[in-house]
């Protein structure tokens, strides 16, 4: 294994880690900001039928918000997880 492949492979564990980490934390200890992404996805959603000119059903709205939560959710735990990389390791991390 080259040295190159130890430090993918590091980091990939690592990464891996601290997005368990920020899921844990969004989950048990930050009430308030799951609280708000969901009235932000609700606003994006009001958005989304002005500007579509399209009304949605209640259950197309549910299925609407549930995407943008789930993506909202996912690239919070990705930000904890680089700024925790990058806190630990003193330099930038580019995706």
Known sequence: MTNTEKN???F????KEYLRQGRNKLT???AGTREAIK???DDKIKDFIITMDK???KEERSFLSSL???GMYQSFCYGYGIGKIEG???SRIYL
């Not at 990939?12 to 990464?15: M, P, R």
């Open 55 to 57: 009304g949605l059903n």
């Open 88 to 90: 630990h390791t003193s």
């Open 8 to 10: 993918t492979e590091g």
């Open 39 to 41: 009235l932000i996805a």
């Open 68 to 70: 943008i939560v789930s």
């Open 28 to 30: 048990n200890d930050l």
């Open 12 to 15: 990939e564990k690592t990464i």
